[in-house]
């Protein structure tokens, strides 16, 4: 007779690989991050990282420097997935944009890799002259005048939801006329998002849809 012979037990076997070990309950995972738990922590860590510079660009005025940010690849990191949760947070589901519209100029800091990870395009509004091929112009009010911004005419095709991105708010005149070119060429607003805002100047007053700061100045 010949003897049997018991295979000896392959760990390897037991071993999960990564399509299987969220579902086998002896190896229980940590459930990803989300919004309510990774966003406030991204917050905190953000703002420590701005820098304040007391009268600039005139007297009186605290400018809130957030170039520090972009200046560490983790920072930067850290801004654009803070911006992807909270856009998702107020723009979620139906209301997911279809185009990110960044004003120049920082908002071409974080429009283009926004857009990227919203699965979005991306449209820049620039000052007047900057622009090839038809466009659309609007003006706006500053301290010294009236300036204009301009978007190509073919950037954003009726019925598609917009979000508008910029670095701060302050008076609200150069992110009221970006709204209305989104009008002009038949785009749903859905709203505004920056980074910070000068709460005190009221510029969402001048605002016809919804708008949101990622963090706040303390």
Not at 166 to 193: E, F, H, P, Q
Request: aromatic fraction near 6%; charged fraction near 20%.
């Amino acid at each position: 007779m010949n003897p049997i012979v018991v295979p000896a037990s392959n760990p390897s076997k037991y071993k999960p690989d990564a399509g299987s070990a969220a579902q086998d309950p002896r190896f229980p995972t940590t459930p990803p991050p989300t919004s309510t738990t990774e966003l406030p922590s991204l917050k905190i860590r953000l703002h420590s990282a701005l820098r304040q510079f007391p009268d600039f660009p005139s007297k009186g005025i605290i400018f809130e420097d957030i170039l520090p940010i972009f200046a560490d690849a983790h920072l930067h990191q850290d801004l654009i997935r803070a911006l992807e949760l909270h856009v998702e947070e107020h723009h979620g589901g139906a209301e997911r944009p279809d185009v990110i519209v960044g004003l120049e100029a920082r908002g071409f800091l974080i429009g283009p890799s926004l857009a990227l990870r919203l699965g979005a395009g991306f449209v820049p509004v620039r000052k007047q002259g900057k622009l090839p091929g038809p466009t659309e112009t609007a003006g706006y009010e500053k301290e010294y005048g009236t300036d204009f911004f301009q978007i190509q005419a073919d950037g954003i095709k009726p019925g598609q939801k917009v979000l508008i991105v910029d670095d701060i708010i302050a008076t609200g005149g150069s992110a009221a006329a970006a709204g209305s070119l989104v009008r002009k060429l038949g785009g749903t607003l859905l709203g505004y998002v920056f980074i910070l805002e000068l709460d005190f100047l009221q510029g969402r007053q001048k605002l016809d849809a919804s708008a949101s700061t990622l963090l706040s100045i303390q």
